[in-house]
């Protein structure tokens, strides 16, 4: 596969809306700046174990019509190169009998080291750029630059729950979703807030480093009464996976089989939050003569192979093309953005924390976004405490007394 210059393209992490977005611009950019381009599949995975029999190489005309379609034509992988020198020095040996001058990697956090690695280990022999993907929109990027395929997963996300709610009206029933979004809330926030859901839950409310299981069903079960108060007998409520991660240690201590990925974290699709919410809060109203049809679901894998929306098809075209001018002008080792119209790259070690770990983009709660999207969900809140009528008229649709509700709900929650 001899070139002067070869640029290899792949993929690491979850899908994202948009990946084949950036694979056909970067891909076609660097042919016509005279680059032979190689698709790698299925991330790092392969090239650990030196088998370059599946490498292809890019044309023109293989990737000009694929920006529209949702996946990824080299597939994806999480397999961690940075893990052991042997492995990443089996990369670098693939790279190199593939004539690898210049590689763009996309993908997450986890994969960004990776490329940095890569940079590192050959010393800027092989130049690298990483164009950033996640629909949890968690890479530290200047406040409003999504990560692409965000905004498509909020789209799909919020159709879906468009959907539960008119079920829940039509059914009179509830629904708890969990949403993706390992470390911030940005996605189920994003979700909540467009669809107009009851209520939305996000771990960067909570102050403390870890959050007991009570207190969450607490907050939904508060909403509920609320509802109740109201008339309303139907709901849904939104979740953000990443509270699984703030559990109490010891409530933690019992998913501790669930499967790992490649990088140690808990797969925490695999961790059913939504159901043990749903059993949980059931139950309290059961204990109280009330019956509650609650349903449980999980979103997310419906979200990241969507078709990208228009915004992150053009965001992703211009993502890809300038990640190969970044290349092409003598970048190396940094990730790529788009700032006002403008590629602004961004250096690997910004990106990190004092303990060389990505920095992570949480959502701002004094923020007036957060603020108007608090401000539409249903919450008891102190001032629901205020009249005696409406306590009373509270406790009735919870079944309690009204110094029962008191001293369950008065008490900030979050």
């Known amino acids: 596969m001899g070139s002067s210059r070869t640029l290899a393209i792949l993929v690491g992490g979850g899908p994202a809306p948009g990946i084949n977005s950036v694979i056909s611009a970067a891909a076609i950019e660097a042919i016509n700046s005279g680059f032979k ?3 790698v599949p299925e991330g790092f995975r392969h090239l650990m174990r030196r ?7 890019l044309t023109i005309d293989n990737v000009s019509r694929i920006h529209l379609s949702g996946g990824s034509v080299l597939g994806t992988g999480r397999d961690n190169p940075a ?3 042997e492995a990443m020095a089996a990369v670098i040996s693939s790279l190199d009998e593939l004539g690898v001058t210049h590689l763009t990697t996309i993908g997450g956090d986890d994969t960004a080291l990776s490329s ?6 050959t010393q800027g022999r092989i130049r690298t750029v990483h164009v950033p993907k996640t629909i949890d929109n968690d890479l530290p990027l200047p406040e409003h630059i999504p ?8 789209h799909v996300g919020a159709e879906l729950v468009r959907n539960l709610i008119e079920d829940g009206r039509s059914t009179r029933r509830w629904y708890i979703v969990v949403a993706m979004g390992r470390q911030a809330g940005h996605l189920a926030l994003g979700i909540g807030k467009a669809a107009g859901a009851t209520l939305t839950i996000i771990a960067e409310e909570f102050a403390s480093s870890t959050i ?13 009464i609320k509802r109740r108060a109201q008339g309303q007998h139907h709901g849904v409520v939104v979740i953000a996976e990443g509270l699984i991660e703030k559990l109490d240690p ?18 925490l699709a695999e961790v059913d939050l939504a159901r043990k919410i749903k059993v949980e809060v059931q139950g309290r109203f059961s204990e109280r003569g009330i019956r509650l049809t609650v349903t449980n679901k999980n979103i997310g894998y419906e979200l990241r192979c969507a078709d990208p929306i228009a915004f992150d098809a053009a965001y992703c075209r211009d993502l890809g093309y300038s990640a190969v001018r970044f290349l092409v002008e003598g970048g190396t080792g940094a990730m790529v953005s788009v700032q006002h119209g403008r590629m602004v790259p961004i250096r690997f070690e910004d990106m990190r924390t004092a303990a ?8 701002d709660i004094g923020s007036d976004g957060y603020r108007v999207a608090r401000e539409y969900m249903l919450r008891l809140e102190p001032e629901d405490f205020r009249d005696p009528a409406w306590v009373e008229k509270l406790a009735e649709a919870a079944n309690l007394t009204s110094d029962q509700l008191r001293t369950r709900f008065e008490r900030p929650i979050a």
């Open 356 to 363: 060389g770990r990505t920095r992570i983009r949480h959502v």
């Open 147 to 154: 990560t692409f395929g965000f905004q498509t997963a909020r």
């Open 37 to 39: 381009v190689v698709g």
């Open 51 to 57: 088998d370059i029999a599946r490498v292809r190489e």
């Open 83 to 85: 893990k052991s020198e």
């Open 212 to 224: 007991p299981f009570a207190t969450m069903c607490d907050i939904v079960e508060g909403a509920i």
């Open 250 to 267: 010891t409530e933690l201590a019992e998913l501790q089989d669930v499967e790992r990925d490649e990088h140690g974290h808990i797969r």
């Open 116 to 121: 940095s690695h890569v940079a590192q280990v």
